[in-house]
């Protein structure tokens, strides 16, 4: 199994930026599938990004498209999400998840291991 630590959120104003990461250990890192979900107060988990093992194939929601980009570092055993043109929207907990196969899955039902989650608030 592997373990799964977010950081990196905080409180910013629309239009700024974060970059949350989410270190991983336990087993290789290089043998999950990684996405990033997030959940608003009185709102489902939803999808934001996911990533192939190599970091070869990226997929988004369509409500972060063209202002986040998910990454992985694998040496690092590290996934991120660079955020940008933040709004107020974007306030939400952000959880970070893996599962060990390859294909594509945006449903947080597919994902077998989850971090604790950081908060991220954008303020108008």
């Known amino acids: 199994q592997v373990q799964l630590v977010e950081s990196g959120g905080g409180l910013v104003q629309a239009g700024g930026s974060l970059r949350l990461s989410c270190a991983a250990s336990g087993r290789t890192f290089s043998y999950y599938r990684m996405g990033w979900f997030r959940q608003a107060p009185g709102k489902e988990r939803e999808f934001v990004a996911t990533v192939s093992w190599n970091g070869a194939s990226t997929t988004y929601a369509d409500s972060v498209k063209g202002r986040f980009t998910i990454s992985r570092d694998n040496a690092k055993n590290t996934l991120y999400l660079q955020m940008n043109s933040l709004k107020p929207e974007d306030t939400a907990v952000y959880y970070c998840?893996?599962?060990?196969?390859?294909?594509?899955?945006?449903?947080?039902?597919?994902?077998?291991?989850w971090g604790q989650g950081t908060q991220v608030t954008v303020s108008s």
């Open positions: 998840a893996a599962v060990q196969e390859g294909s594509i899955r945006i449903n947080p039902e597919g994902y077998r291991y």
